[in-house]
């Protein structure tokens, strides 16, 4: 059978279109070109078999903050000859900053002060290695300004809102009681018109026996207990 002329191209146009059909059929079945391949989530560290139960996973340790990671480093071993050396330089440092800052409250007031706030004091260290501060507050005859003899000590300053978020304790160092330390005062540790008596406190091994240093308003910077002193 003849197929008329004028419509000889309808043959042609449907194999041209199989034709199209087939190509398509087979670039659908690569990868898009330049679409990486999926790979099945796996979460890190975890290589366990799949018979494995819970307590058998080695699971991730998370990373600490910053200011957790510190505490945690000081943690690691008991203090060695220098961090001793460091230590008590610090305790030095704290008590002669505390002397230079009540000796300006007395050139303004003509009197002493328990008042961290009020002698403008504050530790500069992020990590509080020591305590110091006073043991009895002082109530002068006139309070100045905001002044609250309660600020006595490093413990105030650590609950007021004066103190960063980033400033913590050392381990151990938030269990010093100033108070219990009492009977090594020579001058009640409190302050009055005329004078003041300032002492600092810290561990430097694992027993319960504290270092413990005292100043003055005469600058007496004193070594009352040793905690590394032979019992």
């Given at each position: 059978?003849?197929?008329?002329?004028?419509?000889?191209?309808?043959?042609?146009?449907?194999?041209?279109?199989?034709?199209?059909?087939?190509?398509?059929?087979?670039r659908g079945k690569e990868a898009p070109s330049g679409v990486p391949p999926v790979v099945p989530y796996e979460p890190p560290h975890l290589h366990h078999s799949a018979t494995a139960t819970s307590s058998e996973i080695s699971w991730p340790?998370?990373?600490?903050?910053?200011?957790?990671?510190?505490?945690?480093?000081?943690?690691?071993?008991?203090?060695?000859?220098?961090?001793?050396?460091?230590?008590?330089?610090?305790?030095?440092?704290?008590?002669?900053?505390?002397?230079?800052?009540?000796?300006?409250?007395?050139?303004?007031?003509?009197?002493?002060?328990?008042?961290?706030?009020?002698?403008?004091?504050?530790?500069?260290?992020?990590?509080?290695?020591?305590?110091?501060?006073?043991i009895v507050p002082y109530y002068p005859a006139k309070l100045v300004g905001n002044e609250d003899p309660r600020l006595m000590s490093y413990d105030e300053y650590y609950t007021s809102e004066r103190r960063p978020s980033s400033v913590a304790?050392?381990?151990?160092?938030?269990?010093?009681?100033?108070?219990?330390?009492?009977?090594?005062?020579?001058?009640?540790?409190?302050?009055?018109?005329?004078?003041?008596?300032?002492?600092?406190?810290?561990?430097?091994?694992?027993?319960?026996?504290?270092?413990?240093?005292?100043?003055?308003?005469?600058?007496?910077?004193?070594?009352?207990?040793?905690?590394?002193?032979?019992?």
């Amino acid at each position: 059978m003849r197929i008329r002329r004028r419509y000889w191209f309808v043959p042609t146009l449907a194999l041209l279109g199989m034709l199209l059909a087939i190509f398509l059929w087979w670039r659908g079945k690569e990868a898009p070109s330049g679409v990486p391949p999926v790979v099945p989530y796996e979460p890190p560290h975890l290589h366990h078999s799949a018979t494995a139960t819970s307590s058998e996973i080695s699971w991730p340790t998370p990373a600490l903050p910053v200011g957790a990671a510190k505490r945690a480093a000081l943690q690691v071993a008991p203090l060695t000859e220098q961090e001793i050396r460091v230590r008590r330089s610090e305790m030095k440092l704290s008590l002669s900053a505390m002397y230079g800052a009540e000796k300006s409250f007395f050139s303004e007031f003509h009197r002493y002060t328990t008042d961290f706030n009020g002698m403008g004091y504050a530790p500069e260290r992020e990590v509080i290695t020591i305590k110091t501060g006073f043991i009895v507050p002082y109530y002068p005859a006139k309070l100045v300004g905001n002044e609250d003899p309660r600020l006595m000590s490093y413990d105030e300053y650590y609950t007021s809102e004066r103190r960063p978020s980033s400033v913590a304790y050392a381990p151990g160092v938030e269990n010093i009681r100033l108070g219990d330390l009492s009977n090594l005062c020579k001058m009640g540790c409190t302050a009055t018109d005329t004078g003041f008596e300032l002492i600092s406190a810290t561990n430097l091994d694992a027993d319960d026996d504290l270092d413990v240093w005292l100043i003055n308003h005469r600058k007496e910077l004193l070594h009352v207990q040793d905690d590394l002193a032979s019992p």
